[in-house]
């Protein structure tokens, strides 16, 4: 939304928290985030929230034009969607520490070899009109946004390919001002927390 300039409000909770049962009762989530509320419709899935985006204000713009791109564009949007618990296990999100030679499972380094190398996939095959995955910005992008910047976080060796993509990601105005508003947090989870 940040990345197209549709006007939203943010609601803010705290995870892990005695009030953020009652706090996310009314969503319909079970207890997740993110939630999105358009009017009285409730949608609690991040690909379903792009999606609908897409469908209702951007014209159903958020997939590329293309059908065999769109069509590469949701399998690897579903494929981080439902998979790389690895890499979300190991490489929790922090955008206040920069982390250095984290021991990796080999199952996570196996997830990070996959990610890299559909990021090189698709920017070879569909990114000749810009700096993103299928060249013009997408779901994908979105999807692939948090992985960014755990990769940048905990310095993760990437190729050229990659590390442009990464560094891409990373000057966007909508990510360097979610991670301003993570290192702004005061609230600290312990269990997402790498102790080395």
Not at 65 to 93: C, G, K, Q, W
Not at 138 to 147: E, G, K, L, T
């Amino acid at each position: 939304m940040v990345q197209n300039k549709i006007e939203f409000t943010e609601k803010r909770v705290s995870l892990f928290t005695e009030t953020i049962r009652k706090e996310l009762a009314p969503y319909n989530s079970d207890f997740k985030v993110p939630v999105l509320k358009d009017g009285d419709l409730l949608v609690w899935d991040s690909l379903s929230i792009l999606e609908y985006i897409s469908e209702q204000y951007l014209r159903s713009n958020g997939w590329p034009y293309d059908s065999e791109a769109r069509a590469i564009a949701r399998s690897v949007s579903a494929e981080m969607h439902s998979s790389f618990t690895n890499v979300r296990n190991e490489l929790p999100m922090n955008c206040r520490k920069k982390f250095k030679d984290i021991p990796l499972s080999s199952g996570a380094e196996r997830e990070i070899e996959r990610i890299t190398t559909l990021w090189r996939s698709c920017r070879e095959q569909f990114g000749d009109a810009g700096e993103w995955l299928f060249g013009k910005y997408s779901i994908a992008d979105a999807m692939f946004a948090p992985v960014a910047l755990r990769f940048e976080g905990y310095s993760i060796p990437l190729g050229n390919v990659e590390g442009a993509y990464v560094q891409s990601v990373l000057k966007q105005p909508g990510i360097i001002e979610w991670i301003e508003a993570g290192k702004a947090e005061k609230e600290i989870i312990e269990e997402d927390e790498i102790k080395i």
